[in-house]
């Protein structure tokens, strides 16, 4: 039996693959840090579009987070609370208000993201969403938009008028 050597392409690949996935980890956690602890607030869907695809855009299963922000739409806290399959994920209202509860916000901004690269909201999309904004409006958190993240493009349910 012959073994067969992985040629020094595949290394140095497996290596620049690695090294890229190192440098986006920083850049997400400088990004954070910064948000957290600056006057920096998502005022702006761009700004939020920005940091999602870093949080969402390489994801292979549907992740639904929420960004829970002060009154002055300053980052409290980045939480991915469902986790799904490759096309579908499970989100309950119920835990969506315990965790805003928790952290005390007074604004939340929802994303998830569509591993088939597709960014177009669906209907269920418009459903929780809807749901969740009703939930929320309960104990006076407002939900501030929805974004879609797809490979390389973000929806924002508020630019489409959908919030």
């Given at each position: 039996m012959k073994t067969v050597k992985p040629s020094n392409e595949m290394y140095t690949s497996e290596a620049a693959?690695?090294?890229?996935?190192?440098?986006i980890a920083e850049a997400k956690h400088l990004l954070?840090?910064?948000?957290q602890t600056s006057d920096q607030?998502?005022?702006?869907?761009k700004a939020t579009r920005d940091y999602l695809c870093l949080q969402l855009s390489e994801r292979q299963h549907e992740v639904f987070c929420c960004l829970f922000l002060d009154s002055k739409h300053r980052l409290i806290e980045?939480?991915?609370l469902f986790v799904g399959t490759i096309d579908t994920c499970s989100v309950h209202p119920r835990e969506v208000v315990k965790a805003?509860?928790?952290?005390n916000c007074a604004a939340v901004i929802f994303a998830h993201n569509h591993p088939s690269g597709a960014a177009e909201p669906?209907?269920?999309?418009?459903r929780i969403t809807t749901r969740l904004k009703s939930a929320l409006a309960l104990v006076e958190i407002r939900v501030l938009d929805h974004f879609?993240?797809?490979d390389r493009?973000?929806?924002s349910f508020a630019e489409r008028g959908l919030i």
């Open positions: 693959f690695e090294q890229e996935n190192q440098l954070y840090a910064r948000l607030a998502f005022t702006s869907p980045y939480q991915e805003a509860l928790r952290v669906s209907e269920s999309d418009e879609v993240v797809g493009t973000v929806v």
